[in-house]
């Protein structure tokens, strides 16, 4: 079953892909190490295909489930 993640929550890489994908009008193929595994980023949107878009600070990315997990909740 796919995780839905709700927009605006934070999540967190747990593995790479062999590439990244951007999210821009006109997608390109990053490398798999613009991402480290851990970095958080926020989920912004879902695209067809079980994509989500999520933003790192390098940049948003398109990515399937299997490479998320939901991120614990910052304390203040």
């Known amino acids: ?3 839905n993640f709700p927009i605006g929550t934070r999540v967190r890489l747990v593995s790479r892909p ?3 994908k951007t999210a821009d009008p006109m997608p390109m ?3 798999p190490d ?3 595994i851990g970095e958080e980023g926020i989920v912004m949107d ?3 295909g079980d994509y989500w878009v999520i933003r790192f600070n390098r940049g948003a990315v398109l990515l399937e489930a ?3 997990e939901l991120a614990p909740p910052v304390v203040p």
Do not use: D
């Open 1 to 3: 079953m796919t995780p």
């Open 18 to 20: 062999p590439y990244f």
């Open 29 to 31: 193929l990053r490398p």
């Open 34 to 36: 613009l991402i480290k």
């Open 46 to 48: 879902r695209r067809p």
């Open 66 to 68: 299997q490479y998320l």
